[in-house]
């Protein structure tokens, strides 16, 4: 099991930016996008990370490589796909309410495919107003995250 210590994302969500999200009232169609975020958006966050010609790269320390983008969410079924790459094991967990309530966690060996560097199935039972896919890495990691989206299952 992957433990980080010592690193929490901060509790404040940042000001709200143009992101493009989907919100609809009726059930959505499987397969559908409802957010999709470059990593280099000012939304998603990092605490252990540096972007670099439109990617989010580790520096090598232990911690939260991405975190964010506070989105709002309906209920539902969803998939995220993070694009990226990594030869280390490392964490994808989507939360809300500032990481007390977790929807779905999942530890990888190393990235998925050559295609994807994650994958995580979850499930909203109510609507969220802040949910957060988050990337945690160990030490030396060599992650680097290219974007990440969410479409409906």
């Known amino acids: 099991m992957l433990v980080v210590s010592g690193c929490k994302p901060s509790t404040q969500a940042p000001e709200e ?3 493009s999200v989907s919100a609809p009232s009726a059930p959505t169609a499987s397969g559908k996008t409802v957010l999709e975020l470059a990593a280099a958006d000012p ?10 010609a439109g ?6 320390k ?5 975190f964010g983008p ?4 309906p ?10 790459s990594a030869s280390k094991p490392f964490s994808l967990d989507v939360v809300s309410n500032i990481g007390k309530q977790v929807h779905g966690r999942k530890q990888f060996a190393a990235q998925e495919s050559a295609d994807t560097l994650a994958s995580l199935s979850f499930d909203l039972a109510a609507p969220v107003q802040n949910l957060e896919v988050r990337i945690l890495i160990p030490e030396g990691s060599d992650a680097k995250v290219v974007g990440y989206k969410i479409v409906t299952r």
């Open 75 to 84: 209920a539902g079924r969803y998939l995220v796909s993070l694009q990226g």
């Open 70 to 73: 506070y989105q709002p969410l």
């Open 43 to 52: 939304k998603v966050r990092t605490q252990v990370g540096v972007k670099e």
């Open 17 to 19: 930016a143009a992101v």
């Open 62 to 66: 232990a911690g939260v490589l991405a």
């Open 55 to 60: 990617a989010l790269v580790s520096t090598g």
